[in-house]
């Protein structure tokens, strides 16, 4: 299974901007009850990549206005 994280933000003039911030992917026929979330290093590594996009878009807006 494949699961991929978006940040989705919406302009003040309601265009909408989608960046794709993770993928994750488990093999279920061998998963355990821990296998289904994302591991810490997962989630830190989804947290920079939002955060990179989200400061990138704003800094991008502020310059459009």
């Not at 990549?49 to 459009?64: G, M, R």
């Amino acid at each position: 299974m494949q699961g991929r994280i978006k940040l989705e933000a919406t302009t003040g003039w309601g265009e909408v901007i989608e960046y794709e911030v993770g993928q994750l992917e488990r093999q279920f026929a061998t998963a355990t009850a821990e296998d289904f979330g994302p591991t810490l290093k997962e989630s830190k590594d989804i947290l920079r990549q939002f955060q990179s996009a989200w400061t990138e878009k704003n800094v991008w807006l502020s310059d459009c206005r």
